[in-house]
């Protein structure tokens, strides 16, 4: 069977000049990293910092040198992203921050963007709300390289999401966490895991609250040896419809296929997974996310979507959008591409 694609371009002309925040989500937001607000670069300062777009300024720091993540050798759908490694029991890439989610919290929303690698171990702590063995948001692989998200100590019973292959090849995930005081669930790429009650943030095994650790090396939970996108918390459950905001722009940012309707930070559906659900990728622009995506690619790097003409990375192409809230988006039934003779000529 060949395969089909669909092309959705939506544009609107909807603006918000007072705020920008992950899906335009601003309300109860207290962390929101990005890689372009990590100061990690060469030459590496003395203190690398993940700075905190919340208005909070929850920033993560690291003195030490044999302790510092940096921005990442590789682009993940042309983007930055910063790369933790652990090299040894006393050399892993690790930061530390304020106390994000007080004790005895119970609603709350977590979203990150990680992109595990071959080195990526069974249990890897992602961000740690309570350091020494708190509660912690990690991602975890089985001996069959399968991966899925776990929130630890969130809840009563451990809230897993559903399980993605992680060979023959790696690809970047959204994992999100959502409790809303009676029950919380997991998710990846925008598929729930099975619900747990009595969510709560709780503290250590010993009882230290000893604020917030971006990857850790305790108990058994090995640090991380991944690449991180965004880190996104708030301090209560987010709707269903934001919560469909905030993974579309991470989705978009990042080319990670979904499994549930794009929507823009305006509301409207911009691609209905339905149909041709498979290898979905999009260019965009919506200035209450700081989105600004020009160039995308497939997983497989067989379809490319660009403005202008295709640069190395998304910051160095100079095409524009005329317009706030555009959106082409595109996906396929995963099935074989139909041969044809027309092509663009690959730059980089």
Do not use: C
């Not at 720091?61 to 006393?90: C, D, H, K, M, W």
């Not at 010993?206 to 917030?212: E, H, I, R």
Request: hydrophobic share 35%.
């Amino acid at each position: 069977m060949r395969n089909f694609i669909a092309v959705l371009l939506s544009v609107s002309t909807a603006l918000n000049l007072f705020s920008q925040a992950p899906g335009n989500t601003s309300s109860n937001l207290v962390l929101w990293l990005k890689p372009s607000s990590f100061n990690g670069a060469s030459p590496v300062p003395t203190t690398a910092t993940w700075s905190d777009l919340s208005v909070n300024a929850n920033n993560f720091r690291q003195t030490a040198s044999l302790n510092r993540p940096a921005i990442g050798s590789i682009l993940v759908n042309y983007n930055s992203v910063v790369e933790f490694s652990n090299y040894s029991s006393a050399s892993w890439d690790y930061l530390n921050g304020n106390t994000i989610l007080p004790n005895g919290q119970t609603n709350f929303s977590v979203f990150t963007v990680v992109f595990p690698t071959t080195n990526t171990g069974q249990f890897s702590s992602i961000i740690e709300f309570k350091k020494k063995e708190g509660a912690r948001f990690e991602i975890q692989r089985n001996t069959s390289s399968q991966l899925q998200f776990y929130a630890v100590k969130m809840s009563s019973v451990d809230a897993a999401s559903p399980i993605v292959n992680g060979t023959p090849n790696f690809r970047p995930l959204i994992g999100s966490s959502i409790a809303n005081g009676t029950q919380i669930v997991t998710g990846l790429n925008g598929v729930d895991g099975t619900p747990q009650s009595n969510p709560l943030i709780t503290t250590s095994n010993s009882g230290v609250d000893g604020g917030a650790r971006i990857s850790s090396n305790t108990s058994g939970r090995g640090p991380l040896n991944a690449y991180l996108g965004d880190i996104i918390v708030y301090n209560t459950a987010v709707s269903p419809l934001n919560r469909r905001k905030i993974e579309t722009y991470l989705a978009i940012k990042y080319g990670i296929t979904l499994q549930a309707n794009y929507v823009n930070t305006d509301g409207t559906v911009i691609y209905d997974v339905s149909s041709n659900n498979k290898n979905i990728i999009g260019i965009g622009r919506d200035d209450s996310s700081t989105l600004l995506q020009k160039q995308s690619q497939n997983p497989t790097d067989s379809i490319r979507i660009f403005l202008n003409r295709l640069a190395v990375s998304n910051a160095s192409n100079t095409g524009t959008f005329t317009k706030n809230i555009s959106h082409v988006v595109m996906g396929d039934n995963g099935k074989a591409l139909a041969r044809n003779f027309n092509s663009v000529v690959k730059l980089p």
